[in-house]
């Protein structure tokens, strides 16, 4: 099944997340916290390499209801999965334990507590619109609302690079997957209308508009389970390393195409690298072809984004390229898969006005 991830109503969750607190915990919740989900128009692979990304937030929201309560224990219960996240303040809070979605929040608690952020004792009800597991970053708008939540609580804001990079250690301390920076920063700064340009080597930004008037992008879930923590990101992060070492620079953000050649003994590292190095300069091209309109070069970028992914850095799965090729095949001017891969969710751009009623049979 593939369906579109459609927009969801944030006003509808914040009614659900209130009533399930109060069914949990039998009280009402104090306030309420929201962080979305993310997908990737253009610039896959490349955050953990210093490059560009083009990322934009989904109309769809993860959303905590809290509580203070007395003393210094911590209680976080959600909708999505079983099992009660509870540990003390006053103890370490140590990676890996039990239920293991608990490993985002706990992680996101120690570290702003590490930050001076001491948010007291408190209840919490997790609630969420994104899909959990289809490469929108479900797990970085659970950190990032969590990070939110004690912020309020300790009466202090983080910068949102500050908040960004707790968040990422969050998930590459406790939840053990060496992911870049982009899925953070996005949840934090990106919003649904404009596309959030990033330079993850100085991470700085800026909003770059896709006038609705001219293109639509629809994001479609495979529905096929991705799972970044099976060791295929962790692997190609080290690839990533490891072709950089060996061409003697900081990172593959400083390589050129003239210098690939020099991997030739390498193929696999060569293939990677080039992936990286090819994908920053569409990153910035996409953003060229913005600034002029040009949407039928747009589409062409996304879909040697996805060649390039599945043939390079060969993290694409038969059924996504199927997935691509059908939107394409429905009027799209590009299509590419988003996130980290191996199943998860595509992006495609339309005209605006031009998609078909239905994509998909069944919709
Ligand atoms: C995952 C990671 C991100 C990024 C993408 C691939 O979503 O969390 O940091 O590396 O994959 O672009």
Redesign the pocket.
Known sequence: MTRIVAPADTQLLDVRTRRGFGARFGRAAEFVITAPGRA?LI??????NDGY?LPFALARRTAIAVSPREGRAVCFSSALARGDVEFSLDEPIVPRGEPAWGDYVRGVVAGCLSAGLDPGGFDAWVDSDVPVGA?L?SSAALEVAAAGVVERLAGASLAPLAKARLCQRAEHEFAG?P?????QMASILATTDDLLLLDCRDNSWRQVALPGSEVEVVVVDSELPHD?GQGE?ALRVEQCREAARRLGVRSLRDATREQLSALAGYPVLQRRAQHVVEENARVLAAVDAIRTNDWTHLGVLLDESHQSLRDLYEVSRPEMDDLAGSLRCAGALGARMT??GFGGCAVALFRAGSRPERLFSGE
Do not use: A, Q
């Open positions: 990737n610039g896959e692979h490349t955050d953990y990304v490469g970053s997957v992911c870049g920076i982009m899925d970044l990101f996130g980290g």
